[in-house]
């Protein structure tokens, strides 16, 4: 949907660097969800955040990962000192808060490399 | 065993044929249940969602539930070219929030 905006939409990094990646969620929508999409391989949850609260960060790696909602500004996907394993699709859905069926949409997807 | 389970496929069928997709979920508990399709390259789309046992019909859609087996299913007739896609289940699990498995997918390939 294109209401819910990612950026950048590729991005490349070498081994060792830090990876920001940016969700804004459409306009009204308090709850921000991050998934990720190995080659070939389906949608594996992240996190769940509302504004300023981590909700579910249980799909989350131990390390080198983390996840921010602010109150003003996009919800940020954080990945330090990039591996080669970390090159994948990663996708943003938000909602309202409500049912996620009628109301969650997903960005178009950042597509990170690690080279 | 995984949360929400998909045959990978490829699933190929000819253009006109009715495609069958299926999907088995191991959370008694969930109560909500969607299909998604995904082009290459592209984001997800949700397409059918289902609550009830029983058949749920949206044109050329027909999405299938079956909570005692566990099992969800999406039937897509009279199959085009532009069908060719992978095919997400995806189940609202348990735990009081928002969240949602997904499976891996199905490729399905609509032979013109």
């Known amino acids: 949907n294109a209401g819910v905006m990612q950026n950048p939409r590729h991005l490349v990094r070498r081994r060792g660097q830090e990876a920001r990646l940016r969700c804004s969620p459409v306009?009204?929508?308090?709850?921000v969800y991050w998934y990720r999409q190995l080659p070939e391989e389906g949608l594996k949850f992240m996190v769940y955040?509302?504004?300023?609260?981590?909700?579910?960060e249980s799909g989350m790696p131990k390390e080198r990962f983390s996840a921010e909602f602010p109150k003003e500004g996009p919800s940020i996907l954080r990945i330090q000192q990039v591996v080669r394993g970390d090159s994948a699709a990663y996708f943003c859905?938000?909602?309202?808060?409500?049912?996620?069926?009628?109301?969650?949409?997903f960005g178009q997807g950042t597509r990170l490399t690690v080279v | 065993q995984k949360e929400v389970e998909q045959n990978s496929g490829p699933l190929s069928v000819p253009e006109g044929a009715i495609a069958s997709l299926n999907c088995t979920y191991s959370?008694?508990?969930?109560?909500?249940f969607f299909w998604y399709r995904q082009y290459s390259g592209k984001s997800p789309e949700l397409i059918m969602s289902?609550?009830?046992?029983g058949d749920k019909e949206d044109g050329r859609f027909t999405a299938q539930l079956n909570k005692a087996s566990q099992y969800v299913s999406l039937l897509i007739r009279d199959s085009q070219p532009s069908d060719s896609a992978t095919y997400l289940c995806?189940?609202?699990?348990?735990?009081?929030?928002?969240?949602?498995?997904f499976g891996t997918g199905t490729k399905l390939q609509v032979i013109p």
């Open positions: 306009k009204g929508h308090s709850h």
């Open positions: 289902i609550y009830s046992n």
């Open positions: 959370d008694r508990v969930s109560q909500s």
């Open positions: 995806a189940v609202h699990t348990s735990g009081g929030y928002q969240k949602v498995t």
């Open positions: 859905a938000s909602s309202p808060g409500g049912d996620w069926i009628t109301e969650a949409f």
């Open positions: 955040l509302q504004k300023e609260n981590i909700i579910d």
